[in-house]
């Protein structure tokens, strides 16, 4: 295994970690979460919950779980990309 795979794999962990952090945060706000669907709705919700949100460290705290999760996304489609170039 290669460093761009090994790069491949943290990104997926860390973007699997940023949606826990998402459906924990949910899940104490009183929204109905499930463990393994509602992916798409439960982002919806964290981003109405990050506006309404009237405490501003606790505003830039989910603004900084979203992020890490777009950009580990981010990371994962570029890294697929060049592991998937190298391969061909």
């Not at 940023?18 to 979460?33: A, F, P, R, S």
């Not at 919700?45 to 309404?52: D, E, P, R």
């Not at 989910?62 to 592991?83: E, H, K, T």
Request: proline share 1%; hydrophobic share 50%.
């Amino acid at each position: 295994m290669g460093l761009l795979e090994f790069a491949l794999i943290f990104c997926a962990v860390i973007a699997l970690y940023n949606v826990q952090q998402i459906k924990m945060v949910l899940k104490d706000k009183g929204y109905k979460v499930d463990m393994l669907t509602g992916w798409f709705s439960d982002y919806r919700h964290f981003k109405g919950l990050i506006q309404k949100e009237p405490d501003q460290k606790t505003k830039i705290k989910y603004q900084q779980i979203l992020n890490g999760l777009l950009f580990s996304l981010g990371g994962l489609v570029f890294f697929a990309a060049m592991v998937l170039r190298n391969r061909l």
